[in-house]
Structure formats: C-alpha cells, structure tokens
T-cell receptor
C-alpha cells in the first residue's frame, strides 16, 4: 500500500506570494493533519481535517488555511508569505475510526514539502 | 537533506551498545504516546506507541517505558546500529476526537563504530 505522498517536495517562493501544498493520505485513511517543522520551533501542529471538516486547529495566523476533499486528499495554503514561513511542512494521515481500535489512531507521515521563502 | 534541528540534545553511542532516549511530556490528560524516528530529508517514521493504561511495551529491539507520575517517557534501543542514527521525537495525544500530536523537542542519536 502506498504511503502518504506530498507535492511538491521542494518549493521556493518570494515574500508576499501565496503557496498551496498538497497531501494524499494512505488509501482508506480519513484524517489528515498538517505540521510545520523548523529548527527553532520543532514540530508544530497546524490543523487537522476529517470528513472534509476542520476538526482542530493550532496557533497559527489566519494566513494558514487548509481544506480536505471528498477523497480525503488535503491541501494547505499560506498567503502573504513571510521569511519565517520557511519550513518543512508535513502531513500525516490516520484511519480515524471510532471505537478505539489501535490501528485507527496510528498516524503516518509523508516526506514533507520543503518551502523556502526569499 | 537539511538538519531537522541545529541545537538538539545529542546522544552518542557505540555500535552494539544500548541507547536510552528520554522525554518529558506536557499534558497529564494525554493518554497515547508515540516515538518517531526522523532521518535527514524524510518525514517522521512511526517506531512504537503506548497507551496510558500500560507502563511498558516492547517491539523489535525497542522498548518504551511510561511513567505517568512524573510525566516521563523513554525509548530504549537494544544493540544500537548505525542505521539507528537519526532524530527521535516523542509525541503525545489525547484519544478523544482529534489526531493532534504534541511533539517533544527531539534528541539526535549518533552511532559510531
């Protein structure tokens, strides 16, 4: 079974521009979460989508947004890019089934999109 | 690939020795804990997990210990190999209706021959 895929893998943008990143979860997984990873702040939760609805959101400004499609694929968008947005953006997926089955809440990460803002 | 953290605590061990990586978690309400391994240029890779109703769980060459009293988690790697060199993160979450993970700062494991 294919893992979580993210596109593009690398991206260079200029301050003020906007960017859209894509994440395709493992087949059958219904929940997609996004994280930002920087050397200074580590891994920080951005938001989580389940059944096309945002289920949880981290402490990031409104310039960061996302959505999930009916096939569970997700995109995140960052508008008005700042230099500090340079980071590795990771998405993770899980089955997210009710009932507490262990397999339902294991999360698997994609390779990330390396965004550089100049 | 680029380093995931320039100022991470580092554990250096000799090949064949056992490694112990520690983590203090933040939320006493967390009831599920995971260890991830991240190699340069890759996303975090699931290693082992443990629920809060357990205090020890073993996998292949790895053991996770949970001490809820002091909110401490540890990862033990037996017979450490060069391929174990990576950054290791602990993560915590609540098994309520969210997948949100709170990550620790990470520890870099270096294995030398």
């Amino acid at each position: 079974k294919a893992g979580v895929t993210q596109t593009p893998r690398y991206l260079i943008k200029t301050r003020g521009q906007q960017v859209t990143l894509s994440c395709s979860p493992i087949s059958g997984h219904r929940s997609v979460s996004w994280y930002q990873q920087t050397p200074g702040q580590g891994l920080q939760f951005l938001f989580e989508y389940f059944s096309e609805t945002q289920r949880n959101k981290g402490n990031f400004p409104g310039r960061f947004s996302g959505r999930q499609f009916s096939n569970s694929r997700s995109e995140m968008n960052v508008s008005t890019l700042e230099l500090g947005d340079s980071a590795l953006y990771l998405c993770a997926s899980s089955l997210a089934l009710a009932g507490g089955n262990k397999a339902s809440y294991e999360q698997y990460f994609g390779p990330g999109t390396r965004l550089t803002v100049t | 690939g680029e380093s995931v953290g320039l100022h991470l605590p580092t554990l250096s061990v000799q090949e064949g020795d056992n490694s112990i990586i520690n983590c203090a978690y933040s939320n006493s309400a967390s009831d599920y804990f995971i260890w991830y391994k991240q190699e340069s240029g890759k996303g975090p890779q699931f290693i082992i997990d443990i629920r809060s109703n357990m205090d020890k769980r073993q996998g292949q060459r790895v053991t996770v210990l949970l001490n809820k009293t002091v909110k401490h988690l540890s990862l033990q790697i037996a017979a450490t190999q060069p391929g174990d060199s990576a950054v290791y993160f602990c993560a915590e979450k609540s098994l309520s209706n969210t997948d949100k993970l709170i990550f620790g700062t990470g520890t870099r494991l270096q294995v030398f021959p």
